[in-house]
């Protein structure tokens, strides 16, 4: 079944870091929201980091914007039949180079796993921004302890 992307990018006019998925969960849909997914790590992850709350949606985007984050994924359709990254197929991807463009002020995209990544760089290598992929804050990427994943992303927030 082919899928459009579902939400609109979060981007603020002093948006730094561009955290980039790769498409949203089924629960993501479900819920009407990013990392929907209720053992996802993304939203603990920016809570602890920032002290801030990020229960609501409401929440989540005082966080980002606190924050400078930026929030989308790599995909704008494609093709699925689960939420496993795996499956993705026939991808059409976002215009990057366009938000980069209208958001100037952006000095790294991070990406929350490997196939974001991958995608990101058949497609836009030559873009001159600085790229970072994170561990994945999936409960489905279990070889790394949360601790683990939430002190990456602590030291590649703190630096930017």
Not at 39 to 56: C, D, G, H, V
Not at 92 to 111: R, V
Not at 114 to 143: C, F, G, H, N, Q
Request: proline content about 7%; overall charge positive; aromatic content about 14%.
């Amino acid at each position: 079944m082919r899928y459009e992307h579902p939400f609109e990018p979060i981007l603020f006019p002093d948006t730094k870091i561009l955290i980039l998925g790769t498409f949203p969960s089924l629960d993501s849909f479900k819920y009407d929201f990013y990392y929907a997914h209720k053992r996802n790590q993304f939203w603990k992850i920016l809570s602890e980091i920032y002290t801030m709350p990020a229960e609501t949606k409401a929440q989540r985007i005082t966080l980002l914007k606190h924050a400078k984050i930026g929030l989308y994924d790599i995909v704008a359709s494609c093709e699925r039949q689960n939420s496993s990254d795996a499956n993705l197929r026939n991808c059409t991807l976002t215009d990057i180079p366009a938000i980069l463009k209208q958001y100037p002020n952006i000095e790294l995209i991070a990406f929350t796993g490997k196939k974001a990544a991958e995608l990101y760089r058949r497609a836009y290598s030559d873009l001159p921004v600085r790229t970072i992929t994170l561990p994945s804050p999936s409960p489905a990427y279990a070889s790394m302890r949360y601790e683990e994943k939430r002190e990456i992303y602590r030291a590649v927030f703190q630096g930017v």
